[in-house]
Nanobody
């Protein structure tokens, strides 16, 4: 099982980025998938998660600015990020918890079994 993120980069405040996470195999089938981030010197934190039926859940800090979606037939989960602010600077990871339609603890790193390698997002 492999998760591969892409789409990170450097943008100015107010800009947008779309992160993608492609999964090998059918890991996303029946899995809650989350995006988490880790800024330097800080703990990893949940940003957004999507249930198997497509419901998105968001951290308060990104509500109204980020949107999570999934393309099941292509095993891809996206994180569309708009109105970026410097505080969004971090390494962003996608993660999956198989056989779990949704977990209310989606923001906790311990909930996930599989992780991508991370992609850097820098907002200046």
């Amino acid at each position: 099982v492999q998760l591969v993120e892409s789409g990170g980069g450097s943008v100015q405040a107010g800009g947008s980025l779309r992160l993608s996470c492609v999964a090998s195999g059918s890991i996303y089938s029946g899995a809650c998938v989350g995006w988490l981030r880790q800024a330097p010197g800080k703990e990893r934190e949940g940003v957004a998660a999507i249930s198997t039926v497509g419901n998105g859940h968001y951290a308060d800090s990104v509500k109204g600015r980020f949107n999570i979606s999934r393309k099941k037939d292509k095993n891809i989960v996206y994180l569309q990020m708009s109105n970026l602010i410097p505080e969004d600077t971090a390494v962003y990871y996608c993660a999956a918890r198989p056989n779990t339609p949704y977990t209310r603890h989606w923001g906790h790193p311990s909930q996930y079994n599989y992780w991508g390698q991370g992609t850097q997002v820098t907002v200046s």
